[in-house]
């Protein structure tokens, strides 16, 4: 059969949340911090080399450079730029190369001749979905052609390699749909047999930045029973913050209490530590003041659900998922719904969006 123009031979999936950027391609997952350094602000004469856990990023015929990468958290938080917002995202310069390096990054696992014809799939919260978003989206990836975009060429170098790929289709697509098509389709892109496409299916998506409350039935968005609140995990992490100033008497760094919460809950929420690092010699055990918090912070997400969704009696199943859901107390949400509805915390959360649009960006193109 012979291929139609511009029609993709490789897909790209990208979630650029406001604290976490998950990226996948069909080879591998990513994902870091939706965070930037530029180089400039950490250039030192002391500097031999680049720091650990970072990438080297630029843009064709920019003079600017960045770091990207878990390893810029180590820097002081005034040498960060971060995306976190909400007016005006996705007009940001910021948000533009997240995605620009985004796109490099999962390139750089094919040889050239493999990104000639590129589908780009990236997700946003259901209360964002608009044409104007979706058109500033496209923007960043296709070249303007009047009222209509056609295929742009992107030039990046990423440790030094020139990355370059062709972007010929955009899709952006409301978030719940990636969560919802990563349960629904298994990697063959033929439907699991949970049944969950045929049902009432609310999706609580906890991420960075928002708390994204979304109902799906027999596959459409329900578009009457939504909520989105700037209420994610970055709520709690300033909570904890306030506390330690409060109970220590120190002014602690939001990333590390980020990176500490994580690294804290890895052992799972029984057997959860969690030990702020002020400096070598400044140690402090807080593990039962964060977790007097993720409590706390629970409690909240449970009153959120309860107010979004009025017919929670007529929910099957309800389907945590987001970059941040494991910060949740497990058990205290499940027996919150354990009468109205199936609570299932999804496998693998983190990549649930992005699993699910890239099963669902193939799946489209398949049955073209």
């Given at each position: 059969m012979?291929?139609?123009?511009?029609?993709?031979?490789?897909?790209?999936?990208?979630?650029?949340?406001n604290?976490q950027?998950k990226?996948k391609?069909?080879?591998d997952?990513?994902?870091?911090?939706?965070?930037?350094?530029?180089?400039r602000?950490?250039?030192?004469?002391?500097s031999?080399?680049?720091?650990d856990?970072?990438?080297?990023?630029s843009?064709?015929?920019?003079?600017?450079?960045?770091?990207?990468?878990?390893g810029?958290?180590?820097?002081?938080?005034?040498?960060?730029?971060?995306?976190?917002?909400?007016?005006?995202?996705?007009?940001?310069?910021?948000y533009?190369?997240?995605?620009?390096?985004?796109l490099?990054?999962?390139?750089?696992?094919?040889?050239?001749?493999?990104?000639?014809?590129?589908?780009?799939?990236?997700?946003?919260p259901?209360?964002?979905?608009?044409?104007?978003?979706?058109?500033?989206?496209?923007?960043?990836?296709?070249?303007k052609?009047?009222?209509?975009?056609?295929p742009?060429?992107?030039?990046?170098?990423?440790?030094?390699?020139?990355?370059i790929?062709?972007?010929?289709?955009?899709?952006?697509?409301?978030q719940?749909?990636g969560?919802?098509y990563?349960?629904?389709?298994?990697d063959?892109?033929k439907?699991?047999?949970?049944?969950?496409?045929?049902?009432?299916?609310?999706?609580i998506?906890?991420?960075?930045?928002?708390l994204?409350?979304?109902?799906?039935?027999?596959?459409?968005?329900?578009r009457?029973?939504?909520?989105?609140?700037?209420?994610?995990?970055?709520?709690?992490?300033n909570?904890v913050k306030?506390?330690?100033e409060?109970?220590l008497?120190?002014?602690?760094?939001?990333?590390?209490?980020?990176?500490?919460?994580?690294?804290?809950?890895?052992?799972g929420?029984?057997n959860?530590?969690?030990?702020?690092?002020?400096?070598?010699?400044?140690?402090?055990?807080i593990?039962?003041?964060?977790?007097?918090?993720i409590?706390?912070?629970?409690?909240?997400?449970?009153?959120?659900?309860?107010?979004?969704?009025?017919n929670?009696?007529?929910?099957?199943?309800?389907?945590?998922?987001?970059?941040?859901?494991?910060?949740?107390?497990?058990?205290?949400?499940?027996?919150?719904?354990?009468?109205?509805?199936?609570?299932v915390?999804?496998?693998?959360?983190e990549?649930?969006?992005?699993?699910?649009?890239?099963?669902?960006?193939?799946?489209?193109?398949?049955?073209?």
């Open positions: 012979t291929q139609k123009k511009n029609q993709p031979t490789n897909f790209f999936a990208l979630d650029i949340g604290k950027s990226l391609n069909s080879k997952s990513y994902v870091f911090p939706s965070s930037l350094i530029n180089q602000d950490v250039a030192s004469v002391f031999t080399s680049k720091p856990g970072v990438i080297d990023l843009l064709n015929g920019d003079t600017q450079k960045y770091y990207w990468g878990a810029i958290l180590n820097y002081s938080q005034d040498k960060i730029q971060d995306s976190l917002g909400f007016e005006g995202r996705y007009q940001r310069n910021i533009r190369l997240l995605n620009e390096f985004a490099a990054f999962l390139a750089k696992d094919y040889i050239e001749s493999e990104l000639t014809a590129v589908s780009v799939i990236a997700g946003v259901t209360g964002d979905y608009n044409k104007e978003t979706v058109d500033e989206i496209k923007s960043i990836f296709l070249e052609d009047g009222q209509d975009f056609k742009r060429r992107h030039l990046v170098t990423v440790d030094g390699k020139e990355i790929v062709r972007v010929v289709q955009v899709l952006v697509v409301p719940p749909i969560t919802f990563d349960v629904v389709l298994n063959e892109l439907p699991n047999s949970n049944n969950v496409a045929l049902n009432r299916v609310g999706i998506d906890v991420g960075g930045g928002t994204l409350l979304d109902q799906i039935i027999n596959a459409n968005l329900d009457q029973a939504r909520l989105q609140l700037p209420t994610g995990a970055d709520t709690l992490y909570s306030s506390l330690i409060l109970e008497g120190i002014s602690p760094d939001v990333h590390k209490i980020e990176a500490m919460v994580r690294d804290g809950l890895e052992r929420f029984d959860a530590k969690f030990v702020y690092k002020q400096s070598a010699n400044n140690i402090f055990d593990t039962e003041l964060v977790l007097g918090e409590d706390h912070y629970t409690s909240n997400v449970i009153d959120k659900v309860y107010g979004a969704f009025k929670i009696a007529e929910i099957d199943t309800l389907l945590v998922t987001g970059g941040t859901s494991n910060i949740l107390n497990h058990d205290m949400f499940e027996k919150a719904f354990a009468k109205q509805a199936a609570v915390f999804v496998d693998n959360a990549y649930a969006n992005v699993n699910g649009f890239l099963k669902y960006d193939k799946y489209l193109n398949s049955n073209m």
